[in-house]
């Protein structure tokens, strides 16, 4: 039998060092991980510790999970999660796409979302909806593995930093490009589109910004790691079209629909790299984002380094019916009780 060089006491003290490391990131202390809440997994509630997976799992190797990302907010009327069904349906959809076959049904999934935040007790919280590829055996060809579901709950804060909202964020356009058409679907919201992302995020925070811009495969602009991304030019809001390569996101849907409202054209066409920084306004939107204004690109400052009127007002409109404090005209809210 070989030995390891370092032998097996080395090997066992440099385990024992990785697990008791204290977390060397600001984001890595504030996971937002509860463990004393439960997880929906496969149409039971489990304790946190319980909700596992096997190693030689089809999604460990291959990364064939599917999953959502949204927020239950605490509105005046208790707690209420924000567009429930058109998530359930992006995760269908994205499903849908890599022929996973869902085992529960989209209204079975979007009920256990609303027991995971009422079982646990919950008010504010982001959800994370997965079904992944489970374990049998580990070619590529996943048909007989079975497909699995989680639905996990986060106390998720401003994910972009605490400021971020209010002073806006640094960031940059990342030297990785968003996924060319025809390679990896852009539209499902996919494990393995996230292995790029993970390259522009951490080239972004090691380089001191807060987050990355990719471009598509043409030099247009696409979006952020985990954001759309939205330009105030002109007086014109200009947003990147799905022919980007961009995730059809829903916050930049509720987004359009606003602007709108508020009386600004919206137009969704290629927007070429420099348009960026000769922007009026900048804002990325996603659930875990909402609205975050950019204040800088590249170290260019966009309009005057600050959240800007149309930016703000987006804000507030979202805001207010989100924490309950004006109509839900569009039906965006579900209440969990
Ligand atoms: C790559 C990517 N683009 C855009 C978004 C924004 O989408 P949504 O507003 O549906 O959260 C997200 C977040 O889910 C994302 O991960």
Request: with cysteine; proline share 6%; hydrophobic share 40%.
């Amino acid at each position: 039998m070989t030995r390891l060089p370092n032998g097996k006491a080395a090997y066992a003290a440099r385990m024992q060092k990785a697990r008791q490391a204290k977390p060397k990131t600001e984001s890595a202390v504030s996971t937002g991980f509860d463990e004393k809440t439960k997880i929906w997994f496969n149409g039971r509630m489990v304790r946190w510790q319980e909700a596992t997976v096997h190693v030689m799992s089809h999604v460990i190797h291959y990364g064939s999970s599917v999953f959502e990302g949204f927020r239950c907010y605490n509105t005046q009327n208790g707690p209420a999660i924000f567009r429930l069904k058109d998530h359930i349906d992006r995760l269908f959809d994205s499903a849908k796409i890599y022929r996973i076959d869902m085992p529960f049904t989209k209204a079975e999934i979007m009920q256990a979302c609303i027991e995971v935040v009422k079982l646990n007790r919950l008010e504010a919280c982001y959800l994370r909806p997965v079904a992944f590829r489970g374990y049998h055996s580990l070619g590529v060809d996943p048909r007989l593995c079975p497909t699995m579901v989680a639905i996990a709950a986060l106390m998720w804060g401003k994910y972009l930093g605490p400021e971020a909202l209010k002073a806006g964020v640094d960031v940059r356009v990342a030297s990785w490009n968003r996924m060319r058409p025809n390679t990896f679907p852009s539209m499902a919201k996919a494990a393995s589109n996230y292995m790029p992302s993970q390259l522009v995020k951490l080239e972004a925070k090691i380089d001191h910004y807060v987050e990355g811009i990719m471009l598509d495969s043409h030099g247009y602009v696409s979006e952020g790691s985990g954001e759309n991304i939205f330009l105030l030019y002109r007086g014109k809001l200009y947003t990147p079209p799905l022919t980007a390569s961009i995730l059809p996101g829903i916050t930049r849907d509720c987004t359009i629909t606003m602007a709108r409202e508020l009386g600004c054209e919206v137009i969704e066409a290629p927007v070429p790299r420099e348009m960026l920084y000769v922007s009026d306004e900048v804002f990325f939107t996603g659930s875990a984002a909402e609205i975050t204004p950019i204040r800088s690109i590249d170290r260019i400052t966009i309009g005057n380094g600050a959240c800007g009127p149309l930016t703000e007002r987006l804000q507030k409109r979202f805001f207010a019916i989100v924490e309950g404090r004006t109509e839900d005209v569009y039906d965006w809210l579900t209440p969990v009780h």
